[in-house]
């Protein structure tokens, strides 16, 4: 076995939660020495895969060089994290390195789980069936709607936790307008075939939702689960969540969210909640029986949606307490679960859903956010993208 290199602050994950603590803290003057863990050559925004899938923009825009952001003063190890002991404070690699800490931040994303939905493998981006949710296949929507000529276009959300929860009925709203615009809405059943309760979790944004939903003439299924599909007779299986029965809805066009969990190593090693993701405490974000140990972002166990604003708002608590920490000093930084979803609700249209872990609207703006918005649209499709490439990840937003 080789000898592990010491390292002060190992950071796992290169990705948006990875990015901003790596960013803040080798810009603080009393900065350790940080060392990037990231397998990844590109890095992306993921958040207007939404309207890359809807038209709007070229894929092309959301990705750059993964090396253009690993902030100056950060050591990048371009390998990917497999195991963790934090008994012995190491890390080991896919690439057979060993990596020694003395704090160890755990931000490596979610995986996509596409293999829990039987029948999908091979026909992903195929015959009507498209997804927002990764690179590869977020140009198959936008050619699945613009060749959608009637029948059914389900949309799906899975029973796991995901990213960015509003995702899987922005495309839905989208799709809506986009085939009014064709002329094909009226020969077209749009579906939202959803494991959740209900349309959001946030009762004011709910309200909103099921007024867009109802205007729209959305159906929805609720408590509806996708395990499986049948492309040669497009069908896509449902299993109700409450009675375990069957449900089979046709489809023309299918937009899958697939199940998503932390990577396998997480959620199989000795950090994990029995939830499986890294068990923090949810306003320091530390580890809740490894000290050394801290975790922000997707794998992370903290009640909140799963958003690059959550992060935002996470990355400078977890570095305020990390280095507090490391001086030997209380813990003086709280995260109280703020996170903001951008609800397309069609071209130029948005609600922008922000709240607390009590589901508490903590909105931004002097107006209500639950009403739809142009400025809002704009804000998604414009500026936030620059605060995220020149801010956040910048370690100065």
Not at 27 to 44: G, K, L, N, Q
Not at 226 to 236: D, G, M, N
Not at 285 to 310: E, I, N, Y
């Amino acid at each position: 076995m080789n000898e592990p290199s010491t390292h002060d602050i190992v950071i796992i994950g290169g990705g948006t939660a990875g990015l901003s603590v790596a960013a803040r803290l080798c810009a603080r003057p009393d900065a350790p020495a940080v060392t990037i863990v990231e397998p990844s050559e590109h890095h992306y925004y993921q958040p207007l895969w939404t309207l890359v899938g809807g038209g709007i923009f070229a894929k092309e825009s959301t990705q750059r060089r993964e090396a253009d952001y690993i902030p100056r003063g950060a050591t990048w190890i371009r390998d990917a994290a497999t195991e963790i002991d934090p008994e012995r404070r190491i890390v080991r690699t896919r690439d057979g390195r060993t990596l020694s800490y003395q704090q160890l931040v755990v931000a490596p994303g979610m995986q996509l789980d596409w293999h829990a939905i039987e029948g999908l493998e091979g026909h992903l981006g195929k015959d009507g069936i498209c997804s927002n949710y990764s690179y590869a296949t977020v140009d198959s929507t936008w050619k699945a709607l613009s060749t959608l000529e009637g029948g059914n276009a389900v949309f799906t959300f899975p029973s796991t936790p995901i990213k960015c929860a509003g995702a899987p009925q922005k495309i839905m709203y989208l799709a809506d307008d986009h085939l009014r615009r064709r002329g094909v809405r009226s020969r077209t059943r749009v579906i939202y075939a959803s494991a959740t309760a209900g349309i959001f979790g946030v009762k004011k944004y709910a309200a909103a939702l099921a007024k867009v939903v109802e205007r729209k003439e959305i159906e929805t299924l609720f408590r509806h689960d996708l395990v499986a599909v049948r492309p040669s007779s497009k069908e896509a299986v449902f299993r109700h969540l409450d009675d375990g029965s069957e449900r089979i809805v046709s489809y023309s066009l299918l937009h899958v969210v697939p199940p998503q969990s932390a990577p396998d190593f997480v959620k199989k090693g000795p950090l994990a909640s029995s939830a499986g993701w890294v068990d923090v405490h949810k306003h320091t974000l530390q580890h809740v029986k490894w000290p050394d140990v801290w975790a922000l972002g997707d794998a992370s166990s903290l009640p909140t949606s799963r958003t690059g604003a959550a992060i935002r708002k996470q990355a400078p608590v977890l570095v305020e307490n990390l280095m507090a920490y490391r001086r030997g000093e209380p813990l003086p930084a709280s995260y109280d679960g703020y996170a903001s979803c951008p609800l397309v609700t069609g071209y130029g249209k948005l609600i922008l859903a922000e709240f607390d872990y009590d589901g508490v609207p903590q909105e931004s703006f002097p107006f209500d956010q639950s009403q739809e918005r142009y400025s809002l649209w704009a804000l998604k499709a414009y500026a936030l993208p620059e605060m995220y490439w020149n801010g956040m990840l910048r370690g100065r937003a």
